[in-house]
């Protein structure tokens, strides 16, 4: 115990409590022996020294007390505690330290850590750092590597060492260590796991982003702000919602409630404007990864994707498949689509819709005498008057070479004003495509005025009026009927036409079966001169059928 404060030996005043009590004998006597006056003089001097000598009695039997309850305690906590003098050799070691070198208290002290490791080069380093602590005499906080001889384990410690002088003025060095080897390999293995993740979102180019949804703070990696070029700070999250599209917000916004609120997945794709002016799509995906007592959210963690190219891509694909190349308008099938939607809706709404079939006259001329190209450059101009027409919802088709499919969805309730609105639209698209327009070969030098006409059929419909398969062919029947008039007009037929395409679809099919059936017939017609001869004769086809 004495090693711990190095006191002076507390005999003496085991001797000093002894003549104190023959003092107090001899008092007693002086009382019997002695004239009164020089009695009471010596009597009440003794006294005053039996009464030091028993309270210095008293604090040495309670400060020993203390001293056991210190050295029980250091004993016992786990972290190391030693003390040593300027040569490094131990004064003391609580048990922690004791059983880390495998040997006793008494064994301890005077030794060097050498003795117990055999590691030369460890023992010069810490005496190395113990001489530097007491020449400075200030106490410092370090982080030390040793080597456990017992498994040959690296451990950390991070200690707290004190220098100070003990009661006979000699030079010490207090050291409390905490073994913190556990918590140094949990942080090198999260950097470990955050290098590799890290590493992982290099290779996929993903950024990371956190959020404390109570606080506001939001903390992103250095991907994340290459990518959407806003930079990690406070505000940040109001910088990054203010480059969302303005369209896109409720979709985001919506999405962070749902996951807030209902503990959905975040996993949307939006569009960015970043501080650059740039123009991104971003697929962001997140979760709640903390939540505190209340169940509420801490902490919300999530990835960030830049897929502006997949999305680029995506829409080339979208044109390819239901777009014309040339003049980018929908195409055959696309027109299909929308027809398809227009007669569900005309239908549920019971509102009549149209759809106008468009051929250009005499566009194979056009192509003979200046080539295709010159031709494409036609319909490309067709296709721009075409959209500059448009006055609400129609929908615009090319539907090949030089014919166009204009349908107007949900005209009106009243076929009257369906057809009289049609038959306006029609003839305004008829005057809009007469006017001559320039054309410029880029294979010649040649630069034309081309006047072009277009002949136009219309059908005006309703879900239940007509089946959709014979929409296009009413339309086609009407648009030959305003050829067969010497085109440059439109033709618009109603449902009540259905009849003359059913007669002249059942007049085809009775054509096909007679010919099978060899129903038709030649009867020759003699033709004759002048003078009555027969000089010819004409062969007339005849029908034998049942009407």
């Known amino acids: 115990m004495a090693n711990v404060v190095e006191l002076i030996s507390t005999k003496k005043y085991i001797y000093v409590y002894a003549i104190a009590c023959l003092a107090s004998v001899f008092i007693w006597l002086t009382h019997f022996l002695l004239p009164l006056q020089f009695g009471s003089?010596?009597?009440?001097?003794?006294?005053?020294?039996?009464?030091?000598?028993?309270?210095?009695?008293?604090?040495?039997?309670?400060?020993?007390?203390?001293?056991?309850?210190?050295?029980?305690?250091?004993?016992?906590?786990?972290?190391?505690?030693?003390?040593?003098?300027?040569?490094?050799?131990?004064?003391?070691?609580?048990?922690?330290?004791?059983?880390?070198?495998?040997?006793?208290?008494a064994e301890l002290v005077g030794k060097t850590d050498y003795d117990f490791t055999g590691n030369l080069a460890q023992s010069e380093a810490m005496l190395k750092n113990t001489t530097s602590v007491l020449n400075t005499f200030k106490t410092e906080e370090t982080f030390d590597v040793f080597v456990d001889v017992k498994d040959n384990k690296t451990h950390h410690f991070y200690s707290i060492k004190i220098p100070f002088y003990n009661a006979d003025k000699q030079l010490r060095l207090f050291v409390i260590s905490k073994d913190i080897t556990e918590i140094i390999e949990l942080q090198e293995e999260s950097e470990k796991n955050k290098a590799r993740l890290q590493n992982v979102l290099g290779v996929s180019e993903e950024g990371l982003w956190e959020w404390n949804p109570q606080s506001g703070y939001v903390s992103y990696n250095e991907r994340w702000e290459l990518m959407t070029g806003v930079c990690a700070g406070e505000g940040s999250f109001d910088e990054y919602a203010n480059c969302i599209f303005e369209e896109d917000k409720a979709i985001v916004f919506d999405a962070i409630e749902a996951m807030l609120d209902d503990d959905v997945t975040l996993n949307i794709k939006y569009r960015l404007r970043r501080p650059d002016g740039v123009v991104m799509w971003v697929w962001d995906r997140g979760r709640i990864a903390e939540r505190d007592a209340q169940n509420n959210p801490t902490l919300v963690v999530g990835l960030a994707m830049d897929i502006t190219q997949e999305m680029y891509n995506k829409q080339k694909i979208n044109e390819l498949a239901y777009h014309d190349q040339l003049t980018g308008l929908n195409n055959r099938f696309q027109f299909e689509i929308d027809l398809s939607n227009t007669l569900k809706k005309s239908q549920e709404e019971d509102v009549y819709s149209a759809l106008l079939f468009l051929d250009l006259d005499r566009f194979k001329l056009l192509n003979d005498s200046y080539g295709h190209h010159m031709g494409d450059k036609l319909l490309t101009i067709?296709?721009?008057?075409?959209?500059?027409?448009?006055?609400?919802?129609?929908?615009?088709?090319?539907?090949?070479?030089?014919?166009?499919?204009?349908?107007?969805?949900?005209?009106?309730?009243?076929?009257?004003?369906?057809?009289?609105?049609?038959?306006?639209?029609a003839n305004q698209v008829i005057n809009l495509l007469s006017e001559a327009v320039s054309l410029t070969s880029d294979l010649q030098d040649i630069k034309i005025e081309y006047e072009v006409t277009a002949s136009l059929g219309g059908v005006i419909f309703k879900s239940g009026d007509v089946q959709e398969n014979k929409i296009l062919q009413l339309a086609d029947m009407a648009l030959y009927r305003a050829k067969g008039n010497g085109g440059n007009e439109a033709v618009i037929l109603d449902p009540a036409t259905e009849n003359d395409l059913n007669h002249s679809g059942e007049l085809q099919k009775s054509m096909r079966d007679s010919i099978e059936a060899l129903d038709f017939c030649i009867h020759l017609q003699p033709k004759y001169s002048n003078t009555c001869q027969i000089i010819g004769a004409e062969a007339l086809v005849r029908w034998q059928h049942l009407v």
């Open 41 to 105: 003089l010596l009597s009440a001097l003794l006294l005053f020294l039996v009464i030091t000598a028993s309270l210095l009695c008293i604090a040495t039997i309670t400060y020993k007390k203390q001293l056991y309850i210190t050295n029980h305690i250091l004993q016992n906590i786990t972290d190391f505690v030693v003390i040593k003098d300027q040569e490094g050799r131990f004064i003391y070691g609580n048990k922690r330290v004791t059983d880390w070198y495998n040997t006793t208290e």
């Open 382 to 425: 067709i296709a721009q008057k075409l959209l500059s027409h448009k006055q609400g919802e129609e929908l615009i088709s090319r539907f090949g070479g030089d014919e166009f499919v204009v349908i107007l969805p949900l005209v009106d309730k009243q076929l009257s004003a369906a057809t009289a609105y049609t038959t306006t639209y």
